[in-house]
């Protein structure tokens, strides 16, 4: 298709559109940015909020679960879902057939990870967090 219009009108053109899509992918992020700074200062996210304690990955609830770092709800049903297929898990290390989570997340979930026992692990933030002692 050849086009009626001269170079220095299609360059016009071209400069237009472009500034066009710069606006919308800015007021994209500017209606993002909200979100995604209320998703920051969430419990689970806030600066120095930790879990404590661990949680039996083959009685826990979905909401227990939520407590492993990294977990969040759609990743505490694709846990509960394995579990169910497999019939409980036998190692720490079964998490990683489950969808989402791999060698790393598994290595920060393990201190809070329990295959027996009661689940005993709570959320807890850098003020109320026990303190270690010295040896």
Do not use: Y
């Not at 909020?49 to 009685?59: C, F, L």
């Amino acid at each position: 298709m050849v086009s009626s219009r001269g170079p220095a009108e299609n360059t016009k053109m071209n400069t237009e559109s472009k500034k066009v899509r710069v606006r919308s992918s800015r007021s994209r992020w500017a209606a993002l940015f909200p979100a995604l700074w209320l998703l920051a200062l969430a419990p689970g996210f806030a600066a120095g909020a930790s879990t404590v304690g661990v949680v039996n990955i083959n009685t826990a609830s979905a909401a227990e679960l939520a407590l492993l770092p990294g977990v969040g709800a759609q990743r505490a049903g694709a846990i509960i879902a394995a579990r169910k297929a497999r019939g409980g898990f036998k190692r720490a290390e079964d998490l990683i057939e489950v969808e989402g989570i791999g060698a790393v997340m598994l290595e920060r979930m393990r201190p809070n990870l329990a295959l027996k026992g009661s689940t005993t692990a709570r959320r807890v933030d850098a003020a109320t967090r026990p303190k270690k002692s010295a040896p």
